[in-house]
């Protein structure tokens, strides 16, 4: 967590600590609804206060493993490293428990330390987790990932295949579990065995799309071209127009259908792929239609920038309402699109960015969500002398984290877009100076031919005057 953040943390805990009512008032049970109906308003600073109360004296009961847990999330959510380091120091307290919500937590742990990269320590926090309770299948997924990170395959694929085996499975976990091991193939060259899990995937998976574009990369892997170029053509026929009418009704990612992103990127292989056979017409056929599709969303994400309209004191996004014509950014789920999910920030967000950037992203808003519950919670009309400052300060950081949150977002979705573009151009470069020098491979060709034909002319003629 930045400086800025931390500073920011303790004043409106502060400021919590002053308005907030005496927890031992009011039952555990009671103090924790309040604090988890905070954290659903995604109003994480009070939230954090509610919850780190109720962990406090050290009470082994669901509350506390509760609150545990969705601290957690918080520290994920917010980037909080200090908030995370005290969350393990109050588990080293714990012992072995029972308690159903303690696996919730030591779960949400692994995950949260998979995703940061301390792969030993989730672990050893997922090793913990009983076989009979509901978590158990699921941390074995994050058990195995844990172990293909650290490049320990032969372990990884070992618990992917008891995923697959185990009764009772989620059928959309054995599917991870199977693209999982088939990615481990790949990383580690098998690629018949690579090729074998993406083809065990059912057409009605949920993952199937998915298993279709890495099998397509097998085969890119071991040049056979024309399978890979079989798998590209049908991925590229996939497309949500074909069989979604209505797309405002809808919502979808990347494992249910291919949004224009995927099929650029899909195509622009596929035009690598033809350069790489000699087939320079059907690739630049490829390149022009990706640079069509490029320019048709890039001046289609131009026209909803120019849509964009603020609030007069910059707090509010007022340009996208709701259904019932409120502001978008007073839907307080960091999870939600901020702008509807009709609207090419939606995709981009849903499909785009990697998870890394999505967390940047959600960072920014959860922060902006919790400043904006902090400024409701003053009634302007009753507001104290010297608490003017503190709302100036906080309508400020609203304004800072919405601002920050809207600039990253279209930088990004921008650098994605010109990527694309960007290779569909330097494509048609390749395919002018590729058909140049075959022209002059061609030419050399008959150059040399003719001269072989002169020459043998010539002996002819040599040993006719003989």
């Not at 506390?64 to 005290?86: H, P």
């Amino acid at each position: 967590m930045s400086r800025l953040l931390v500073i920011i943390v303790i004043f409106i805990s502060n400021f919590l600590w002053a308005q907030s009512p005496t927890p031992t008032t009011v039952s555990r049970a009671t103090n924790f609804r309040i604090a988890e109906s905070a954290f659903l308003n995604s109003d994480l600073f009070k939230a954090e206060y509610l919850f780190k109360d109720l962990i406090k004296d050290k009470i082994w009961d669901d509350e506390t493993f509760s609150s545990l847990d969705r601290l957690v999330t918080i520290a994920q959510v917010n980037g909080d490293k200090k908030l995370f380091s005290d969350i393990i120091s109050t588990i080293k307290d714990i012992g072995d428990s029972s308690n159903i919500t303690y696996y919730s937590l030591l779960y949400n742990l692994g995950k949260y330390l998979f995703h940061e990269g301390n792969y030993t320590l989730a672990l050893k926090f997922l090793d913990k987790i009983e076989a009979n309770t509901p978590y158990y299948p699921k941390a074995l997924y994050i058990k195995a990932a844990c172990l293909g990170k650290a490049k320990k395959y032969k372990d990884a694929i070992l618990i992917f295949d008891q995923i697959i085996k185990m009764k009772g499975t989620n059928a959309d976990l054995k599917d991870l579990a199977v693209l999982g091991k088939a990615r481990i193939f790949m990383i580690t060259k098998r690629y018949d065995k690579a090729l074998n899990e993406y083809q065990s995937i059912s057409q009605w998976s949920l993952y199937y799309l998915d298993s279709l574009k890495e099998t397509a990369r097998v085969f890119l892997a071991i040049k056979d071209f024309d399978n890979a170029i079989l798998h590209l053509e049908t991925l590229a026929f996939v497309n949500s127009n074909l069989y979604i009418t209505d797309k405002k009704d809808k919502e979808f990612t990347s494992s249910e259908t291919l949004s224009d992103f995927d099929l650029m990127n899909l195509k622009t292989i596929q035009g690598y792929i033809y350069m790489e056979q000699g087939r320079f017409e059907e690739a630049a056929q490829i390149f022009n239609e990706i640079i069509l599709s490029y320019n048709f969303i890039k001046k289609g994400f131009a026209e909803q920038i120019n849509r964009f309209k603020v609030s007069d004191d910059l707090t509010q996004l007022i340009s996208h309402p709701t259904s019932d014509g409120k502001p978008r950014s007073l839907i307080t789920n960091a999870n939600f699109v901020l702008f509807g999910t009709s609207a090419y920030y939606s995709t981009a967000f849903n499909e785009w960015l990697t998870y890394q950037e999505k967390g940047d992203l959600i960072r920014y808003l959860s922060i902006y969500y919790s400043v904006l519950n902090r400024t409701e919670d003053i009634d302007p009309n009753k507001i104290l002398p010297n608490e003017v400052i503190r709302l100036i300060a906080l309508r400020n950081l609203m304004n800072k984290y919405l601002k920050t949150y809207i600039d990253l977002l279209i930088k990004r979705i921008n650098a994605r877009l010109d990527d694309v573009g960007l290779r569909a151009q330097l494509g048609k470069i390749d395919i002018t100076w590729k058909t140049k020098e075959n022209q002059s491979k061609k030419i050399k060709e008959i150059q040399e031919q003719k001269q072989e034909y002169i020459d043998d002319l010539d002996d002819k003629y040599k040993r006719l005057v003989e």
